[in-house]
């Protein structure tokens, strides 16, 4: 089958969500692959939001912004997403509007057949089904288990409220509706960026995260204080950042695995911080969630633009990582990684995500967890008589032991110091002693970042080049250049810092893709392997990147 995209539009508080998660639950059920993303304006009630859902018989992650079906909860829905749909498309409405749609009144049918609008969407959403040729039974499961905790009289009339809508929809598809979904034997699970995180985490050995809100990083808080008690994660929203990523640094200290997430502006405020941990050598992982800046920019949208800002971070000079995932299953590889890495090493580790990324829903297979472990470096106390925490080694890296774990003294101090922690004005040898062992541990931290991604690289002569979130997007567009009879190819990065010792393939061009206006990756690679572009595609209006855009944009 072809995909499917469907498009469920309303204002902030109508419930879009829901409906999107109920439609999204209700395809897995069939054994199709979901891949969902949200649009919301930041605001509590109001304006119009949309959850798009592409449906296929494969896991594919890029998002589409043209609608094969709209179901719009009110009037201004039906006005801003109805331009999106397909010339063979149909919308789904209230009122009468266009020739190609199904009128159904949801707000009248839930009010005179159940006594409440509140079951107005499940109407809808039983319209939704019928359009799109799915068995109610599996909606009907859906919604019996979501709705289960509220008693059998609320799952009853759920259950009432989508027959409703799906007979009348039956009806309203004659001639207009051509897709059916029958039922497979393939099951996907279905997970968000932001749960994966959250879960990538706790399989990471991670026991205490402080945070203060920022979206789009809040919901990793929420989701883990949710489950703190099955994940053994301590949870503490600070009164701000500067407390968080303070407190998240004093764990790691103290020898617990720490983490605090935010977003751009956060971390603004916790860049003194970053280079605390960097100069008393405490791992930290931070999860940074992008979204457009400057200032308080766009809080609900998406954007790549805090690359360098994360690579820069943190005043003086000292080993730091950042690695970029690029779908679900790579956040539970990345997140993992980060702690690890940054538990080896001793530094401060930056996952740098974004809105789209987190808010999106993902079909995933085949995710054996047993292969996302956490690795433990800890120095054996029993075989240290004069312990050093600083001690001068080969690659920089100290043993490292945790106040109270023997009777050795564990000293840090944010001044430079010796190799025991005390502060020193020893100009001549001990600070430039200290300086270079710290970057000691940059150059093996080099010697272990993962090259890029290359995809049809040999054999192409253009070469597309992008980082974390837009991966899935660039490989449509490399899908839509081949069909054009364009030989293209990609390289793509998620480990961004240090980056990996790696050639740029010769006598190729290159063109930049990123969701900045500034290309901050570009500007990195040719500072870093002086590779030069001959081209760019930069999105920076709050939507992300999408293979058409691509390659509209690049006009090959």
């Not at 409440?116 to 799109?132: E, F, P, Q, R, S």
Request: contains cysteine; negative net charge; charged residues 20%.
């Amino acid at each position: 089958m072809e995909d499917l995209n469907v498009v469920i539009a309303g204002a902030a508080g109508e419930g879009v969500q829901t409906v999107g998660e109920v439609l999204a639950e209700t395809i897995a059920g069939h054994g199709y692959a979901v891949f969902a993303w949200q649009e919301f304006e930041s605001r509590i009630r109001g304006g119009q939001n949309s959850y798009s859902i592409r449906i296929s018989e494969k896991p594919g992650n890029a998002p589409v912004i043209k609608a094969d079906i709209v179901l719009a909860l009110n009037d201004g829905a039906s006005m801003k997403y109805g331009p999106l749909i397909q010339t063979d498309g149909i919308l789904i409405a209230e009122k009468k509007i266009r020739d190609r749609m199904i009128a159904i009144a949801f707000s009248d049918i839930a009010e005179k057949e159940l006594g409440n609008k509140i079951y107005a969407n499940t109407v809808a959403v039983g319209a939704l089904a019928a359009a799109i040729g799915m068995n109610i039974e599996v909606l009907h499961a859906v919604l019996a288990q979501k709705f289960a905790k509220k008693g059998d009289t609320v799952v009853t009339a759920n259950r009432i409220a989508a027959e409703k809508g799906y007979l009348l929809a039956h009806e309203g598809c004659r001639g207009i509706c051509p897709w059916q979904l029958p039922e497979r034997d393939t099951r996907y699970q279905l997970v968000s960026g932001t749960e994966a995180l959250a879960m990538a985490a706790a399989l990471a050995g991670c026991r205490f995260i402080a945070a203060y809100p920022m979206s789009p990083a809040t919901g990793i808080v929420t989701f883990l204080a949710e489950n703190e008690k099955e994940f053994q994660v301590f949870i503490e929203q600070a009164e701000d950042e500067i407390a968080a990523v303070n407190m998240a640094i004093g764990a790691g200290f103290a020898g617990a695995r720490a983490m605090t997430v935010t977003s751009g502006g956060g971390f603004a405020l916790m860049v003194e911080a970053v280079s605390l941990a960097g100069m008393v050598e405490t791992p930290l992982v931070l999860v940074l969630g992008q979204r457009p800046g400057p200032a308080t920019g766009l809080p609900t949208r998406t954007a790549q633009g805090d690359l360098l800002f994360a690579v820069h971070a943190g005043h003086g000079e000292f080993p730091k990582l950042v690695l970029a995932p690029a779908d679900a299953k790579d956040i539970f590889r990345q997140t993992v990684r980060a702690f690890n890495l940054a538990d080896r090493y001793q530094i401060p580790a930056i996952v740098l995500t974004d809105q789209f990324l987190l808010d999106a829903l993902f079909s995933v297979e085949d995710i054996r967890l047993e292969q996302y472990s956490p690795e433990f470096h800890p120095a054996d106390p029993s075989v240290i008589d004069d312990y050093h925490r600083y001690r001068v080694t080969e690659n920089g890296i100290s043993p490292r032991l945790y106040p109270g774990q023997s009777p050795h003294l564990v000293t840090a101090d944010s001044d430079e110091h010796d190799s025991t922690g005390h502060i020193t004005e020893d100009l001549a040898e001990t600070v430039p002693t200290m300086v270079e062992k710290r970057l000691a541990k940059y150059r093996a931290l080099k010697s272990a970042m993962r090259p890029p991604e290359e995809v049809e690289v040999e054999g192409s002569d253009r070469i597309l080049v992008g980082w974390g979130s837009s991966r899935p997007a660039l490989l449509e567009t490399l899908e839509g250049l081949h069909k054009n009879g364009i030989r293209a190819g990609m390289i793509h990065f998620t480990e961004l810092w240090p980056l990996p010792a790696y050639r740029f393939p010769e006598g190729k061009t290159y063109w930049s893709v990123e969701n900045n206006a500034t290309g901050q990756l570009a500007r990195l690679v040719r500072s870093e392997y002086g590779i030069m572009f001959s081209g760019q595609v930069h999105r920076y209006d709050g939507l992300p990147l999408t293979g058409p855009y691509i390659q509209e944009e690049l006009q090959w």
